[in-house]
């Protein structure tokens, strides 16, 4: 248990050095071997990410020496309180020195109480988890009856778009576990020693037959890249307290309140959005040189870059005021939708409208993706999904057309008819219901199969597709009153500020009804 033996009390001065001395032992958590194996495996102790996170110490922690009697200090989690950037977060920390960070019969106590905390004071919930999962030894006190560990699961669901959760994995969260990252707003993982899955690779041989590596099966690169699991991937603890300390910056402490401003700056990029956007929809560009010719300097924060990259969203500032981006990417698949790329976005505009941070959608998309992989893959669900979260949020939110705007991807990336704010058109704007290759297809079939030489074909149409094109017209659609505005490129990020200046005033009553429900 503790690197000293305890020695009885016998009088009042005694009574307080032994205090002093169970603390300071809690303190440390396991034995120094074990705190060496943790340090020399290239993670730090779970005091040292604290110490991290916090902006000077903390403001108090509860269960400190439960079960130190047993040898297992605080049961191996620390649950405190601590400021962050002058405001008040609950922490629940895993302690990987005791009994690998595991799961017992006073962790979920400790945990769930601390969630409560957060939940009834209005404060930001962060997860430091680092845990070998929950203990079989301790299963019949823990695991069926109404007070046990699924409890922290339940809580997660009830605070969950009341105050922030934020969830950093360390190291591993087997099983059941492997849904406390699942179910926060934001998860970090540490590339090369994060790993979340519900059955280990020895399990998986047993049951299936199947061999494979712990990275393979629940590593952090895996989760950040393929299943989506992963918000951000990052190389280290400190570069992991670092990114919750930044998506706490964004968000108010609770649902009731605006996100905090910050400083104002200038956008990074040299170039200027009419250089960046090229006018010809054959030419692509990086989404990110835009966003960085709009946002504040350095205030870009990506969520799930490196899952569905066809979709760049993020977090970001103009002006100093937080703001939600959904961006088409161009040179990732044409920048068009997919079932991945679709769920990515419910999530983020659910996170954005759960915490009051307007969203910007920055439109160039030719629509969904379409072939027999992607239905059998659900795409029509996955879809609606996308466009549920737009038609229900009801945060500040503006569609700015870009170049390309056709069909149901049209629709998906909020424009008009699903009621934003406002829809703002670059004079490079081309909305229309289909792009000129589709449309010539649909409306020219039949005499583009009755031609017979190749040549005269491909001619035919190459002129109809031109005619289309011309047709499409960013002032015809103005004309008609579809847009709010179509604005000069150089003055779409004062444009974003003014208008998200006057939108933020307005209330954002959720919808009356008890459960809406979402498509899976």
Known sequence: MTDTQDAPATSAEDVHDELARKLEQARLGGSEKNRAKVLDSG???????????????????????????????????????????????????????????????????????????????????????????????????????????????????????????????????????AYVPALCDFTIMVRGHATAYLGSPRLAEMVTGEQVTLEEMGGAEMHCRTSGLGDCLVEDDAEAIAAIRVWLSFLPSNWEEKPPVAPAAE???????????????????????????????????????????????????????????????????????????????????????????????????????????????????????????????????????????????????????????????????????????AAVNGIHYNRIQAIADPEERKRFVAEKQAEYAEGIDVFKIANENAVEAVVPANDLRGELHRRLSVYRRRATPPAARRQAVTPV
């Open 43 to 177: 993670k730090m102790l779970v005091r040292q990410r604290l110490e991290l996170l916090f902006d000077d110490g903390w403001s108090f922690e509860d269960g400190l020496l439960a079960r130190y009697e047993e040898g297992l200090p605080g049961d191996a989690v620390v649950t405190c309180i601590g400021k962050v950037d002058g405001r008040e977060v609950a922490v629940i920390a895993n302690d990987f020195t005791v009994k690998a960070g595991t799961w017992g019969k006073r962790t979920f106590e400790k945990i769930t109480r601390t969630q409560e905390i957060a939940d009834e004071t209005g404060i930001p919930l962060v997860y430091l988890f680092d845990s070998a999962g929950a203990r079989i030894d301790e299963q019949f006190e823990s695991y069926a009856g109404r007070r046990a560990w699924g409890n922290i699961f339940y809580n997660q669901v009830q605070i969950s778009g009341r105050v922030p959760q934020v969830c950093a994995l360390f190291g591993p969260s087997p099983a059941g576990s």
């Open 267 to 437: 956008p990074a990029s040299a170039r200027t959005v009419q250089e960046v956007v090229p006018e010809r929809e054959s030419e692509v560009y990086d989404v990110h040189e835009l966003i960085d010719a709009l946002v504040d300097e350095d205030s870009f924060l990506p969520y799930k870059d490196l899952f569905a990259p066809e979709l760049v969203t993020g977090y970001a500032r103009i002006e100093g005021h937080s703001v939600g981006l959904i961006a088409n990417q161009p040179i990732q698949r044409g920048g068009v939708l997919f079932p991945d790329s679709s769920d990515k976005a419910a999530r983020f505009i659910w996170t954005c409208n759960a915490y009051n941070i307007p969203i910007i959608f920055l439109v160039d998309i030719a629509g969904y993706m379409i072939g027999s992989e992607v239905e059998k893959q659900g795409i029509i669900r996955h879809g609606a999904k996308m466009l549920f979260a737009v038609a229900e949020s009801r945060v500040p939110r503006i569609a700015v057309l870009v170049r390309k705007a056709y069909g149901g991807g049209y629709l998906a990336m909020s424009g008009a008819p699903m009621k934003p704010d406002a829809v703002i058109a670059l004079p490079t704007a081309k909305p229309a219901l289909m792009g000129p290759d």
